[in-house]
């Protein structure tokens, strides 16, 4: 048997069973904010109201989107077979003042810089798997594939997950992932944008990007049409500002699009 | 489409060796200086960006190539597929030590913002994000160039902000104030007119500019606004867009002066300010200063956004954006109040307005948790009470809506970020966890990790109880709320549920009143204690136990209720501690059959078992009839090997009058006639189909418990010592060899003869096995490799050797090593 030591077990270690493999909280339990209601006989106790702190908030506004992202999506049966591949990314702007002061080299920066991303489109990749199968949903390589019809993204499956400070980025973030075809698409924003407008410019950049890029066409390929998802991200998502857009501004900006990409 | 040769691709890129690079780069390099930006260029660049992109180790690129890059970025004929590729291929090896970018003479606003992008990209070592920021505020400040649109480098201004706090000083804050209200309240209420050639045969009429319309095809009856509706959009439209999608971060960043935290909890702070802002407030906007007239601008915009979200969209995606737009004016609208207080007053019926509006209707509810954060913040100071918004939102919206994920975690993110206050200040909170659990039911593997954060403040003395039945029942509730979606909305176009299942039985039973009030219990909104015996809905929904859904949610249970002991340990009394071991003898049967569910919660039941105990050992005493009771029932042996283990275990350390002085020689007796009837039964009976194989730990766990037991109870020793040697005798048995292997019938015999050789001492038996707490507090020595096994062998061999010579006060040696529990 193994050992047991209950002693132990009264720690802080739950936070790392939690499903994301995310690192623990540490908690204080002299936070001087904690409420204590109940019985008094168990207010000397402090530690049984959790010491959850609300995220560091930053002193600034911390509403734009960080990253864009496209990834594959491996089918569920391949299992660990397939790697999960970031096929495009793009950061906006860098991480806001590291906190840590050691100087670092910028080949340090970048490889930081892509394994979040990597760690993004991962997890990105197993909440949608984790989402298909709770909702008993045909695996992405069942949809129909053929170039006439559309592909409703209304329908795709897609979600939102919260990335904890530090983990992989220095401050929280919330991703917002939606996956059609063998793709994912993911928007890494601040911590307190406006979700419901993350969601629709992801769809929208989703079907742009399908009517851009001609995914339907086996013959095109994501990773040689940069220059087309940049030029979709710098009308649609300009310096990572999400935006207010409704239908005739949609179509303006369409226009725009559709001359600079025929240019 | 992902495919294999996409793959394939993407390794070739990654393979390709430095001194290729070198070649593509000079040939690259030969293209670009003949000026030539024709497809070809394009697509090498498109593979050079692939190159560097693709892995995730720099690529070495010359400090004269990416010159030659970024003079292709510049230069004015360069098509923009070559522009935004260069952008890239300089972002993507970003951050580069020498880069130097030329921007001043830049007049083109379009490719400015292309040029920020690579610089606000470099990580700001340079302090590149202030160079960026100042030079696009100058652009701002003097008239733009003619042709030029400022409205590409709003964004940049946005970016700027957010990277870097203290880049922009008062009076430039001032102007783009100015320039904010401009182009927020005063755009054109008229269309702009197509950009086209005109012509000979051009209509004239065509051109009259007509009205902007709302987004239900009226006529605007107020400003512009980015629900405002137009053929085509005049350039101050455009400014108005973008201005508004950057606003609240605006609001936010001329309104800090660094030194208020706008999102932080405490009120003291904000009351503070509040004081020195009264004096400041004015109705008569014009003669205020540029941060108070933007911050009343935005208001009127706000409001009126509110009353645009009112009209019944014509486009779906308009009607998508009106939700965005309410959420996002509720938010601002909630900002200005923190900012200002006067607006507390004037926001607060239109809020009251709008959640009455919102409580009706649910297509707009994701504005209903701005709504409640707005009055979370204010309604103490505007002296209103908000319980009804609580009441609606935590009793209503999880339980009709806990399949909406995104709302769900948004949910919980509320919950989150206020829940000192939602703890201290909302009664209905802390009773509806049975109510907000579903959300958690429902998207376990979204939420999980969320929820953890949130769990504990659920947990006292008077919910304990009820939140461990709540958390085991929760793949059941998974169950119940699947069945609750096909029979409330059978006709949704798009099914919530898993279509491919299908749960005939399980819906007749749901809608069968016999089941009534089970579910009901199941499906409360609020804490109300608990009911026996939600068996029989395990019988219905066990149909229902593999689907994905209820598997995912059986998954998480042994994190949570982990950390449920975690957080009840910290205060549990002696009185809790016992209703909650009879709570996991209880339940450790009352399981819904997920597969692998059982072993899983036992587990950590078994381990938390322990812990229990060891807080607390006069449970021993106090539940001897439940611990009778359950280590009699032969067949927890093999259902829940684990959980009786411990529980046989725990007997043997803590039934002593060491630890409860009520411990009576009686009670020990009856554990003691208990314990070995079923020893016996299992070792003496051949093994059968009807009496599986046990395993040889329990044995040796009962016999270790046995010896324990008469250790402190001294004239069973003559019947132990041969009940051990009958034990000894079976084990060689060839019947049983048959059995076990022959490790297992080593390990049964070795304790056998141990514990014997240790009973030949009664008194050293005794100190061996029920220390006193001066000799095993403080533990000198404890490792993994302590254990009871090791202290016996050890006593074994000296007992052995030096039968009747050992000195009293050598066994302190002994001592030392003794564990917890034997392996």
Redesign the interface.
């Known amino acids: 048997m193994k050992k047991l030591r209950p002693s132990k077990l009264k720690g802080q270690k739950w936070a790392e069973t939690g499903g994301t493999g995310v690192p623990s909280r540490t908690s204080d339990p002299k936070d001087g904010r904690e409420i204590t209601n109940g019985s008094p006989s168990h207010a000397r106790e402090s530690p049984r109201n959790p010491t959850i702190l609300p995220d560091i908030r930053t002193q600034l506004p911390a509403t734009m989107v960080h990253a864009f992202l496209i990834h594959t999506l491996s089918p569920p049966a391949s299992g660990d077979a397939a790697f999960c591949r970031v096929l495009y990314s793009r950061v906006f702007g860098s991480e806001r003042s590291p906190a840590d002061p050691r100087p670092h080299g910028p080949e340090r920066d970048r490889l930081l810089r892509k394994e979040q991303l990597l760690a993004v489109a991962r997890q990105a990749e197993s909440a949608c798997k984790l989402l298909q199968q709770a909702s008993g949903r045909p695996p992405m390589d069942l949809l129909p594939q053929s170039s006439d019809e559309p592909i409703p993204l209304h329908d795709a499956p897609s979600g939102v997950f919260r990335l904890r400070p530090g983990d992989p980025f220095q401050e929280a973030k919330v991703v917002v992932w939606l996956g059609f075809l063998s793709l994912g698409c993911a928007l890494v924003c601040e911590p307190h944008e406006n979700l419901l407008l993350a969601e629709s410019t992801l769809c929208l950049l989703s079907r742009l990007l399908l009517d851009h890029l001609k995914l339907l066409s086996s013959s095109s390929d994501i990773l040689l049409r940069a220059d087309r998802v940049e030029i979709i991200l710098n009308h649609f998502l300009p310096q990572g500002q999400l935006l207010f857009l409704n239908d005739q501004f949609v179509q303006g900006l369409e226009k725009e699009l559709s001359a600079s990409l025929t240019r | 489409?992902?495919?294999a040769?996409?793959?394939r691709?993407?390794l070739q890129?990654r393979e390709i060796q430095d001194e290729e690079l070198k070649k593509f780069c000079l040939h690259i390099t030969g293209l670009l200086q003949k000026e030539d930006l024709g497809n070809e260029t394009?697509n090498c660049?498109?593979?050079l960006?692939?190159i560097v992109?693709?892995t995730?180790?720099?690529r070495k690129l010359e400090k004269e190539f990416v010159e030659l890059l970024l003079s292709a970025l510049y230069f004015p004929k360069s098509?923009?597929?070559v522009q935004?590729?260069c952008?890239?291929i300089v972002?993507e090896?970003?951050?580069?030590?020498n880069l130097t970018l030329f921007y001043d003479h830049i007049q083109n606003t379009k490719l400015l913002?292309?040029v920020?992008?690579v610089l606000?990209?470099?990580?700001?070592k340079k302090d590149e994000?202030r160079d960026v920021g100042l030079h696009v505020t100058k652009i701002f400040e003097s008239r733009q160039p003619e042709g030029q649109s400022l409205r590409?480098l709003?964004?940049?201004l946005?970016?700027v902000?957010?990277?870097?706090?203290k880049v922009l000083k008062e009076d430039q804050i001032n102007l783009l104030n100015k320039r904010l209200i401009d182009w927020l309240r005063y755009a054109s209420i008229q269309q702009g007119v197509a950009q086209t050639s005109g012509g000979f045969f051009s209509n004239p009429w065509a051109r009259q500019p007509a009205p902007i319309t709302e987004?239900d095809g009226a006529v605007a009856t107020d400003f512009f606004t980015?629900?405002?509706?137009?053929?085509?959009?005049t350039e101050d439209q455009?400014l108005n867009?973008?201005a508004?999608?950057?606003l609240?971060?605006?609001l936010?960043?001329s309104g800090?002066d660094?030194t208020d935290?706008p999102?932080?909890?405490d009120k003291s702070e904000l009351e503070g300010s509040i004081m020195s802002m009264v004096s400041a407030t004015s109705t008569s906007s014009r003669l205020l200063p540029p941060k108070e007239r933007l911050r009343e601008n935005a208001f009127e915009y706000c409001q009126r956004l509110i009353e645009q979200s009112t009209r019944r969209a014509l486009?779906k995606?308009?009607f998508?954006?009106q939700?965005?737009?309410l959420?996002?004016a509720v938010?601002i609208l909630d900002l200005l109040c923190r900012q200002d207080s006067s607006f507390i007053y004037r926001t607060l019926t239109c809020l009251k307005i709008l959640h009455g509006r919102l409580c009706g209707d649910l297509a707009y509810v994701?504005a209903l948790l701005p709504v409640a954060q707005f009055f979370l913040n204010h309604s103490e100071a505007a002296a209103v009470n908000s319980e009804a918004v609580y009441q609606h939102l935590f009793t209503n919206i999880p339980s009709e809506l806990f399949y909406n994920?995104?709302l769900a975690?948004?949910f919980i993110?509320f919950c989150?970020?206020n829940?000192?206050f939602l703890?201290?200040n909302v009664t209905i909170f802390k009773s509806s966890f049975p109510n907000l659990i579903k959300f958690l039911a429902w998207n376990s593997?979204?939420l999980?990790?969320?929820f953890?954060?949130?769990?504990?403040?659920f947990?006292?003395?008077?919910t304990a109880i009820e939140m461990l039945h709540v958390l085991l029942d929760m793949p059941c509730l998974t169950a119940a709320l699947d069945l609750y979606l096909r029979s409330s909305c059978p006709t949704a176009e798009?099914p919530l549920?898993?279509?491919?299942?299908k749960p005939t039985s399980c819906l007749d039973g749901f809608r069968d009143p016999h089941y009534q009030a089970l579910f009901q219990h199941l499906l409360r909104t609020k804490a109300r204690g608990i009911i026996k015996g939600l068996t029989p809905l395990h019988q219905l929904l066990k149909p229902m136990a593999s689907?994905?859904?209820v598997v995912?949610c059986a998954e998480?249970v042994p994190?949570l209720i982990?950390?449920f002991?975690?957080?009840?340990?910290?205060?549990a009394?002696g009185t809790l501690i016992n209703q909650l071991v009879v709570l996991l003898l209880e339940r450790s049967d009352l399981l819904f059959d997920v597969p692998q569910f059982k072993a899983a919660v036992h587990r950590v039941m078994s381990?938390?078992l322990?812990?229990l105990c060891?807080?607390h050992p006069s449970l021993v005493v106090e539940l001897s009839k439940e611990l009778l009771e359950f280590t009699g029932t032969i067949s927890n042996i093999h259902s829940k090997e684990s959980l009786f283990?411990n529980v046989v275990w725990a007997v043997g350390e803590y039934l002593s009058v060491l630890y409860d002085r009520r411990c009576t020689v009686e009670l020990i007796n009856r554990f003691f006639e208990a314990l070995e009837a079923l020893l016996f039964e299992i070792t003496q009976f051949r093994p059968s189909a009807t009496l599986p194989k046990c395993c040889p730990?329990v044995i040796t766990v009962l016999m270790t418990t046995l010896t324990k037991l008469v250790s402190r109870s001294q004239d069973l020793i003559p019947r132990v010592f041969l009940f051990l040697s009958k034990v000894r005798s079976f084990a060689e048995n060839p019947t049983m060899t048959s059995v076990y292997s022959e490790e297992d019938t080593e390990t049964i015999l070795t304790r056998a003869t141990e514990l014997m050789n240790l009973l030949k001492m009664p008194s050293v038996a005794q100190f061996v096995l029920t220390p006193s707490v001066e000799v095993s507090n403080p533990r000198y020595h404890?490792d993994?490799n302590?254990?009871l096994p090791l202290a016996l062998r050890m006593v074994s061999q000296v007992v052995e050797k030096e039968a009747g010579f050992l000195p009293g006060q050598d066994t302190n040696r002994y001592r030392c090593t003794l564990?917890?529990?034997?392996?």
């Open positions: 489409m992902f495919s040769g996409t793959e691709l993407l890129a394009i660049l498109q593979r960006f692939l992109s693709a995730k180790y720099s098509p923009e597929q935004v590729l952008a890239a972002r090896i970003s951050p580069s030590d913002s292309l920020s992008s606000l990209a470099q990580g700001n994000v590409y709003l964004p940049v946005s970016k902000i957010t990277l870097s706090p987004v980015v629900l405002s509706v137009g053929q085509h959009y455009w867009m973008k508004f999608s950057m609240r971060k605006w936010l960043y800090n660094g935290s999102d932080s909890d486009k995606s308009d998508e954006l939700k965005a737009c959420s996002e938010i994701r994920s995104v975690f948004e993110q989150r970020e829940i000192h703890n201290g593997a979204s999980i990790s969320e953890l954060d949130i769990l504990p403040v947990i006292d003395a008077s798009k549920w898993d279509p491919t299942l689907c994905p859904r995912q998480t994190i982990q950390l002991f975690t957080v009840v340990t910290e205060f009394d381990s938390q322990l812990v060891k807080l283990t730990r404890l993994t302590t254990s564990g917890d529990l034997e392996s």
